[in-house]
């Protein structure tokens, strides 16, 4: 089965704070998606959207602005002391500093300083060295570092996601003395940063400065300081080559604590904010439907509910759509869809339709639509669906589903014959479990589907 995953790249962590990462599939992925967004937007042949009026009032309208509600005790509203991403992208393309955190289950803190390795200089090497361990990294995708033919320190350690993937080190030829200097140090980070530096004339091997490979998949792949760091660069629009160091107390040299990073930041006015976890991950696993998501019909509701689990996601500000291919008709293909259209057409309903042409009422599968939030990274999700069947599907695949949010769109004159079919034959909701902007409301207590 086909699959494509469409992953919004601004992370907003629903829990701890607001500074979040999340695995960046690509510069493309992203680019995909705001297509599909747009292509959706523009539904009719003449771009108009389709005039919606609704009709019943069985429908309960769609709540989506609790995502971003100041109430007290709303998961996803940002904790005091940390930062939304746009200040820290903000930062880092005015060439400043950004203070990542990552702090383990058990409360185990580990700070970095992180900057776009462009934007190096002897006075920002300099802070990073007095308040950083002296260790300066810069974090590279493995393109650049084939291009430097820079291997890794360990290359038998390269599986193990639990240890940052240190290549050799490096100094510059060009513009340093013994290397070890800010000055050297930031003209190293600099050559690491160019495109055009070149092995072997550009490089002396060993040096002082780190390169460290980074993961791809960003922060969702590996929960680290170099994914955390180059994925912020990219956020920001930089080369993907980040600068790094790990923050230390200037007093003692222990690893800074949780306070003292927050101090740091403070005193500094920088940024500050943690890395993610996936944990309760809005996602959406959408299934294809070529004449909703695409053409734009009204006959069903697919594409508005493309659509309104993207916006839902932009505004939460992280999230997985997994678009599943083959499941045309619940399942049962796209030619097969068109007869049962037919079928439709003369009196049946959407479920005696697949009924009629020997198929079951609903054909899908939801494995690899569970296997794929997990492999990039998911670990609990709120399942953005009205549809029971698949809120116990995309269970048992190493992934807890912590709540579902209902993707309600408008009930038209043409879909609303469907959509009650679905209600009435499929047990599709067309309610929120729990109204409002309470807390509750993005983690409902959701009871075994055959309950509802
Ligand atoms: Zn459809």
């Known amino acids: ?267 500094h006015s920088l940024p500050i904010g943690d890395i993610g976890n996936g944990q309760d991950v809005l996602v959406r696993v959408h299934s294809e439907c070529l004449t909703g998501d695409i053409f734009g019909t009204r006959r069903c509701d697919c594409g508005n509910q493309l659509d309104l689990a993207m916006q839902i996601i932009e505004q939460a500000g992280r999230g997985v759509v997994v678009y599943l291919r083959g499941h045309e008709g619940r399942g049962i293909g796209l030619s097969h869809k068109l007869r049962a259209y037919n079928l439709q057409d003369e009196g049946h309903d959407t479920v005696e339709a697949n009924l009629e042409l020997g198929f079951a009422a609903d054909a899908r599968e939801y494995g690899i639509g569970a296997q794929i939030p997990h492999d990039i990274g998911v670990h609990t999700m709120r399942l953005m669906t009205n549809n029971p069947a698949k809120f116990a599907g995309l269970k048992g695949y190493g992934l807890a589903v912590v709540g579902r949010v209902p993707v309600l769109t408008p009930i038209t004159e043409d879909n609303k014959r469907y959509l009650e079919t679905k209600r009435v034959k499929m047990g599709h909701i067309y309610g929120s479990d729990i109204q409002g902007t309470s807390p509750h409301f993005i983690k409902p207590t959701i009871k075994e589907s055959n309950q509802v």
């Open 1 to 267: 089965m086909d699959c494509i995953v469409f992953q919004h790249s601004f992370f907003l962590k629903p829990s701890k704070t607001s500074l979040n990462l999340t695995h960046q599939l690509g510069s493309t992925s992203r680019i995909r998606a705001w297509k599909l967004v747009t292509c959706c937007g523009n539904r009719n042949v003449n771009g108009s959207l389709p005039p919606f009026g609704t009709l019943e009032t069985e429908i309960t309208n769609e709540i989506i602005d609790f995502f971003v509600s100041d109430a007290e005790g709303d998961p996803d509203r940002p904790s005091p002391g940390y930062s939304p991403i746009e200040q820290a992208i903000t930062a880092l393309r005015q060439q400043k500093f950004v203070v990542v955190v990552d702090e383990d289950e058990i409360g185990n803190v580990e700070g970095s300083l992180v900057m776009g390795a462009c934007h190096a200089s002897e006075k920002r090497i300099g802070f990073m060295v007095r308040h950083g361990s002296g260790i300066v990294s810069v974090g590279m995708k493995g393109e650049d570092l084939e291009r430097l033919k820079l291997p890794l320190m360990s290359p038998e350690n390269e599986d193990d996601s639990s240890a940052p993937s240190f290549t050799i080190t490096v100094d510059a030829k060009v513009g340093t003395s013994t290397g070890v200097s800010a000055s050297d140090r930031a003209n190293t980070v600099l050559a690491l940063a160019s495109p055009k530096s070149r092995p072997p004339e550009d490089f002396k091997r060993p040096g002082h400065v780190f390169p460290l490979k980074y993961r791809n998949g960003g922060v969702l792949h590996r929960v680290g300081h170099t994914e955390a760091s180059v994925d912020l660069v990219t956020l920001a629009g930089l080369r993907p080559v980040s600068v790094l160091t790990s923050v230390v107390d200037i007093e003692d040299g222990s690893l800074a604590s949780l306070a003292y990073l927050k101090k740091l930041a403070s005193d």
